[in-house]
């Protein structure tokens, strides 16, 4: 079975600085998808950025970025300029690629509560 | 943007009773799951539907449990007799349109907070 860890529970940053998380995961397979969820105040689920395990280059979305590093397993979340709407658990997920346009679950991780200093 | 919806946003029960939460997938989504998090801890799969009928269910999953799609746009969860530990944030997800442009992301809806007393 696939695993998730975040070992980082809590981090903080200043307003308009970078941060990273981080994220491990452990599988035996070849391909598969990661995914970073924010999960806000309100508990809602938003999806951040993804990664499919078959591309070498790493995922932007606007200010997220992913650096996947797929021989060690890892993949970071960096969120640059941070603002204080990014303030939020984010969770790091991981999901078999399975057959395509199959329905396999998402693995997720514990966590890591990001706060925003003003 | 389509959006996959939850009804009710709160489901206060006594212990015992039957809840069943509603979720509305995004039209043209094919697969769709249901999630939980007990408060403060990670997000748990219960379970994934596909072609009208369950496709996987984890351990938490129990008889207690049912889903269906009644009406080829609800998806429902039931829970039977509910516990205490049932209490817990219960998500609804969908992927992967007709066409396959929404790939294999998941997409949530804002959650049911189910208190069981």
């Known amino acids: 079975a696939q695993t998730v860890t975040q070992s980082q529970p809590e981090m903080s940053v200043q307003e308009a600085e970078t941060v990273t998380l981080s994220c491990t995961y452990d599988t035996s397979e070849s391909d598969y998808y990661l995914f970073w969820y924010k999960?806000?105040?309100?508990?809602?689920?938003?999806?951040?950025?993804?990664?499919?395990?078959?591309?070498?280059?790493?995922a932007t979305e606007n200010r997220f970025s992913v650096n996947f590093q797929k021989a060690a397993k890892s993949f970071?979340?960096?969120?640059?300029?941070?603002?204080?709407?990014?303030?939020?658990?984010?969770?790091?997920?991981y999901r078999s690629a399975g057959l395509v346009g199959g329905n396999e679950k998402l693995t997720f991780g514990t966590g890591t509560r990001l706060t925003i200093i003003p | 943007e389509p959006e996959v919806t939850q009804t009710p946003s709160h489901q206060v029960t006594q212990m015992g009773q039957e809840v069943i939460l509603r979720c509305v997938p995004i039209s043209n989504h094919l697969y769709f799951y249901w999630y939980r998090q007990i408060l403060g801890q990670k997000v748990e799969f219960l379970v994934s539907f596909y072609n009208n009928e369950i496709s996987e269910k984890s351990e938490i999953f129990d008889d207690q449990f049912s889903v269906e799609r009644p009406d080829g746009s609800n998806?429902?969860?039931?829970?039977?007799?509910?516990?205490?530990?049932?209490?817990?944030?219960?998500?609804?997800?969908?992927?992967?349109?007709s066409s396959g442009r929404a790939g294999e992301t998941q997409y949530f809806?804002?959650?049911?907070?189910?208190?069981?007393?």
Do not use: H, W
């Open chain 2, 75 to 97: 998806f429902t969860l039931k829970i039977r007799s509910t516990k205490l530990e049932d209490s817990a944030m219960y998500f609804c997800a969908s992927s992967v349109d």
């Open chain 1, 39 to 58: 999960q806000p105040p309100s508990r809602q689920m938003i999806l951040v950025i993804r990664q499919e395990a078959y591309k070498q280059q790493n």
């Open chain 1, 76 to 93: 970071s979340l960096k969120i640059s300029d941070s603002q204080l709407g990014d303030a939020a658990m984010y969770f790091c997920a």
């Open chain 2, 109 to 117: 809806g804002p959650g049911t907070r189910l208190l069981v007393l």
